[in-house]
């Protein structure tokens, strides 16, 4: 498939420039919904489609109102010369949200990532017993659907007193993130190098500083990157939300839930466009953790 | 791994062979103990550290997701409403045989159950009616009417209550009385699957206009296959390209394909409602290049296609990655192998190429599949009326008809379902193989 040879066929020119239309149709259909939502944030009007003005590209038809809506919506008094700044940590909706959101996953990230990276550890040992059925176990909050999890969670928490609380909405995103940590630390763990934790001990080190000193500095990368599919997780997680939390608990995603549903705006766009661009961020990070977990173990890429 | 080898002062090299010449017996380490027991203690201490290390999570994991999911599906085949409410009818409805009318003593004990079951809780009798009208309707009108006029009824109560309602002079109430008051049965989990439970312990089939349930679960599985093939057609391609391009060029594309991945469910859902709706950027296109009138746009969204096409592009990824792995692995000598002995680019393709991505196809298949049949946001979102999947009916009976034993029984018949979804794919590919990006 890399180049064309020189003794190839029509048919042969033919299929493979359509193949290639066909791929990069489907390349357009992957990115083309996580692009669109860019311009259509900028919209000055309150509707989901381009207008004539926007596709003049014409400066009156653009502008940043529904970003500035993001932390206005819900304040006081938006137009306030005083305490305008408190107002707006205090009661703007989406800020409100945006607090939430990343209070939970961060606390989920630590939990999860901290108990999910010890398990692979535990889990990477050839000695480990019913290494598949504790494997299974721990994988499986990424396969129950996820309204069954969140029912029971609700049901069980709420008699513990649990539900609506922000304690028991982490202790869900947290179990929700451990898949991810998990897998992302085994596949890093896969390509290591037992005889060098075996070196550490020869020369005198004990379990734990051999830990710190020789496994996790090797590790880190696939940590991390567990750890961002961890926060991940929990960022974009709304079905948990949606039974667990209460009102003053909303995050991002569950906002956008019920913008979506009731008051569609185009500030749903504009807080769109934000976690596009911190998505993009993210990958960039899992990317580059990635390569260099590769040029650590000695593994390049072709 | 390091504790194997014993403490304990090291002989000299020269001494070791002479010392295993004279003893015969069992090798024993340098404190004395045999080798072999030495070995097993070695052994049983790094298993126990190995298992040491996962038991946080496997304790958390128990207590914080399947204790939970337990205790919910619990109540799918154990709902105690009736008998908490009426214990007095609930003994006699055991003996009862649901064949004789019901006696003088059962009709007194539900109206004496039903005054003490108000003074407890004022709205008790309302929620054991309701209880009751799930195997027969008009039983909570009947709950109601004749708690209200409890106080009031005199000796002897059957006349007396069939008076008050002809219903309480048929026995196919008190039939149904006599499930609800059984509190471990099959009733919910019949009913998720459409079967009604009888009093004399057979099953069924509902009224077909109340059968709404099988629905349901054929739909979400129709959904979740057309919803796999449709990742199949559209990954596979990709993935070929991807495996086949070089690894600088394949790299950059295959960030097209992970940035959907990062990107948030409500993002891509919301950026679908803006693509497809009728005043949308995909109607815009359809309208500006003359597919179709303006005044005559599609509708794409807020039904069964929206959901079909938000839910393929949210889980193409899912398919192209193991598609992916498993091609990347192919050697590309096989298919000039097959060209060179003189085999056309079809047969080449589909008796060499194609045999050995098999293993891809059902990983992905089956990830896809198991993700998309517990699918909740995007038909919540985007489905209307004819795209609501079982997610949405569980969700609905647990936060809004907060009828839990229907949530748990219809929550149960799906995650049998998953798991053994889940099963298929451990034994196919194994979970351990399980990648991200």
Known sequence: ?302 | MADITAPGPRRSLTEAPQRSAETSGPLLAADGTPLRRKLRQALFVSRMRAMGLATPLVLFVLLAFVFPIFVLLWQAVYNDTFEDGMPRTTELLAEWDAISDPDEAMYAAVITDLIEARDRERALPTKVGARVNREKSGSLSLFKKTNRRAQRLEAPFKEAMVDLDKKWGDIEYWRAMKVASQSVSPAFVASALDLHYTADGTFEWEDPKRQIHLKLFLRTLEISLIVTLATIALGYPVAYLLATLPARVSNLLLILVLLPFWTSILVRTTSWIAMLQSQGVMNDIFVWIGITADDQRFSMIYNKLGTLIAMTHILLPFMILPLYSVMKTIPPSYVRAAKSLGATNWTAFWRIYAPQTVPGIGAGAILVFILAIGYYITPALVGGQDGVMISNIIDDHMRKSLNYSLAAALGLVLLVFVLFLYWLYDRIVGIDNMKLG
């Open chain 1, 1 to 302: 498939m890399a180049g064309l040879p020189p003794y190839a066929t029509t048919g042969e020119r033919v299929w493979y420039y359509s193949f290639r239309v066909l791929c990069g149709l489907i390349f357009l259909f992957l990115i083309a919904p996580i692009i669109i939502v860019v311009p259509l944030s900028f919209n000055v009007e309150p509707y989901f489609s381009f207008t004539e003005g926007m596709l003049n590209f014409s400066e009156e038809a653009y502008s940043t109102r529904w970003y500035a809506d993001i932390v206005r919506n819900g304040m006081a008094a938006p137009d306030a010369e005083q305490g305008w700044w408190a107002d707006m940590w205090q009661n703007a909706q989406w800020v409100r949200a945006i607090k939430n959101s990343f209070f939970i996953g961060i606390f989920s990230t630590l939990l999860a990532t901290a108990l999910g990276t010890l398990a692979a550890i535990g889990l990477a040992r050839s000695e480990m017993p019913f290494k598949g059925a504790v494997m299974a176990l721990l994988i499986s909050p990424m396969i129950v659907p996820l309204v069954i999890t969140a029912s029971g969670l609700f049901y069980a928490f709420s008699q513990i007193g649990l539900a609506k609380t922000y304690p028991g909405i982490i202790m869900a995103h947290a179990v929700l993130g451990t898949p991810f940590v998990i897998i992302t630390v085994t596949a890093t763990l896969v390509g290591f190098d037992h005889s060098l934790t075996r070196a550490s001990a020869s020369l005198g080190a004990d379990p734990v500083r051999t830990f710190f000193k020789v496994q996790m500095p090797l590790i880190l990368p696939g940590v991390i990157s567990g750890a961002l599919f961890a926060f991940i997780t929990s960022f974009d997680e709304v079905v948990v939300v949606l039974q667990l939390a209460d009102p003053t608990q909303r995050t991002i995603p569950r906002q956008m839930f019920s913008g979506i549903r009731e008051q569609i705006s185009p500030t749903i766009l504009a807080v769109a466009t934000i976690l596009v661009i911190i998505s993009i961020a993210l990958l960039a990070t899992v990317e580059l953790l990635r390569r260099r977990s590769e040029r650590l173990r000695g593994m390049s890429p072709q």
